[in-house]
């Protein structure tokens, strides 16, 4: 008899590093890696139904074209992957499917997702009825909303012809609802409590900004969490993409000619190991005007998960 595969979520927020934590874990031998099948599912049922509603209700031209923008194709030809396929059949029924199909030469799975694109513990019914462990990534919302500005920041950069927008108009909450950066940290927590009461135990969680000062102790603590033999050799890794062609994922999220790609994932895919992040206490008054409140009502739910993280130092104090 075959070893029983074995799956491990990781569910987290944008900006928080993840793609990096999902290239690390590739390196796995025999690893099976899903990056964000539920975002591509969300992306279907969400972002297209409501992408004309938004824009017809937007006042000023440069941002109705700013949403535009972000959903051109490009032109140029790329190296596709039997892995990869069109997100345009990548539902949650069909997502769910393929979860529930393991393939037997791979005896470990992770898959990487957004909290948000299952709505927290809402959407429960879109999970895998299989066995699984579920895994959380948080990061210091300070951090997490910061890096979204600037994200969005670089998308507008790289929108050929479109200076004439200024960043400061766009506001992420109001403008992009397909993007709900509100309950970023909401769905996240309400997933992990969710999985807290139905495991009967605090799951693992991982904090970016420790994993990133001290890789050689947390990736250790996780592997061992999640039942993979831990090496030395899983703190560097080979920096070009072309480990990306062995994760399952939509052909647009893997397109290097994208901005999806460009913008969001080009950096943390083209990484080596992980790196030491500034030791600088933000404040919430650094952030833009329009992001404050969302980091703010976010902290407490941090800082809850926070103290459950697994820590550097089994001594320290929580928080």
Not at 97 to 111: G, N, S, V, Y
Not at 185 to 211: C, F, N, Q, S
Not at 295 to 313: D, H, I, Q
Request: proline residues 6%.
């Amino acid at each position: 008899m075959g070893q029983e595969p074995r799956t491990v979520f990781l569910w987290t927020t944008p900006r928080s590093l993840s793609t990096v934590f999902t290239k690390c874990i590739s390196f796995v031998d025999n690893v099976q890696i899903w990056f964000e099948p539920y975002g591509c599912a969300f992306g279907n049922k969400i972002y297209h139904s409501i992408k004309d509603n938004l824009k017809s209700e937007m006042n000023d031209s440069s941002l109705r074209g700013f949403v535009d923008r972000q959903d051109e194709e490009p032109t140029s030809t790329f190296s596709s992957s039997r892995n990869w396929f069109e997100e345009d059949i990548m539902t949650y029924p069909w997502v769910k499917a393929q979860l529930e199909t393991p393939d037997p030469k791979k005896p470990f799975r992770f898959i990487k997702n957004m909290a948000y694109n299952i709505n927290g513990d809402i959407n429960f019914e879109y999970l895998p009825d299989i066995k699984c462990q579920h895994t959380f990534l948080i990061r210091n919302p300070l951090r997490i909303y910061s890096s979204c500005k600037v994200t969005v920041a670089a998308s507008k950069a790289s929108s050929n012809g479109f200076d004439d927008i200024d960043l400061k108009s766009v506001n992420l909450v109001k403008h992009f609802p397909y993007f709900p950066i509100n309950t970023f940290y909401d769905t996240l927590y309400k997933l992990w409590r969710a999985v807290k009461t139905m495991e009967g135990r605090v799951p693992v969680v991982i904090d970016a900004e420790e994993l990133c000062n001290k890789p050689d102790i947390l990736l250790g603590k996780y592997f061992e969490a999640v039942g993979l033999p831990w090496s030395e050799k899983y703190l560097s890794w080979d920096a070009s993409g072309d480990i990306t062609k062995e994760w399952k994922t939509s052909k647009e999220r893997m397109n290097p000619h994208s901005k999806i790609y460009k913008v969001w994932y080009k950096t943390a895919i083209e990484s080596s190991r992980f790196i030491p992040t500034e030791k600088r206490v933000l404040s919430v008054d650094e952030l833009p005007r329009d992001l404050r409140e969302c980091a703010s009502k976010a902290m407490p739910l941090y800082k809850e998960m926070f103290e459950s993280r697994t820590k550097v130092n089994d001594l320290e104090v929580a928080y």
